[in-house]
């Protein structure tokens, strides 16, 4: 099925561990996110990619890094992983964003994270 | 303020109820607006986009109101299936020329037999 999908599903880090969240879409979207959700927080931008080969920091970025490997993919990497990373993760594409943004986002069905 | 503010529910109504939700946001140029609905530990996913001159879809409706800032959805013939957290997303003006979507925390509605 056409969409986004993001792996792995689940994750348990012990503080200071890294790892990276896979993203890949098949929608031949040009803009890409990564978001992390928290209790009380809503949705919060990490990073973005309006367009292929490049890549953009949004409102918490630090402690994250991102690749934009191809159009289709977008990782998130966590470098040193903290407790306050523990979040559920997302990431989505849409059409065209960026400068225009007007477009429906298509979601992935998350990562849950816990850093112990 | 917060930037999109909603009501948090829950709304518990019974099937076959109508049911409305609004949405305020703070910043006046707000381009486009868009409501999402997110299942239990799911993934939000897009509903609607709501247009100046209001739209439908189905059994819902959206509305916009620019001059008091708030845009709602109103929901008809609830089904069970329809329980879900609501979410007023809200795009606005950031870092120069970009824009960025907002969203809001979200309203909870449960929809019982």
């Known amino acids: 099925n056409a969409g986004v999908t993001q792996t792995p599903k689940f994750q348990v880090l012990k503080t200071g561990q890294s790892m990276t969240l896979q993203c890949a879409q098949d929608?031949?979207?040009?803009?890409m996110y990564w978001y992390r959700q928290d209790p009380g927080m809503g949705l919060r931008l990490i990073y973005y990619?309006?367009?292929?080969?490049?890549?953009d920091k949004g409102e918490v970025p630090n402690g994250y890094n991102v690749s934009r490997l191809n159009k289709r993919e977008f990782s998130l990497r966590l470098e040193s992983a903290a407790p306050s990373q523990t979040s559920v993760y997302f990431c989505?594409?849409?059409?065209?964003?960026?400068?225009?943004?007007?477009?429906?986002?298509?979601f992935g069905s998350g990562t849950r994270l816990t850093v112990v | 303020r917060k930037e999109v503010e909603q009501d948090p529910g829950p709304f518990n109504v019974p099937e076959g109820a109508t049911v409305a939700f609004n949405c305020t946001y703070s910043?006046?140029?707000?381009?486009?607006f868009f409501w999402y609905r997110q299942d239990c530990r799911k993934e939000p996913k897009l509903l609607m986009s709501v247009y100046s001159s209001g739209n439908e879809d189905g059994r819902f409706t959206a509305q916009l109101n620019r001059a008091s800032q708030y845009i709602s959805l109103l929901i008809r013939d609830s089904k069970l299936s329809d329980s879900a957290t609501y979410l007023c997303v809200v795009n606005i003006a950031w870092a120069g020329n970009n824009r960025k979507l907002i969203w809001g925390l979200g309203t909870s509605l449960a929809v019982n037999p």
């Open positions: 929608m031949n979207h040009n803009s």
């Open positions: 989505a594409s849409t059409l065209r964003g960026g400068t225009t943004a007007n477009y429906g986002y298509t």
């Open positions: 990619s309006a367009s292929e080969g490049t890549t």
């Open positions: 910043n006046s140029a707000s381009q486009s």
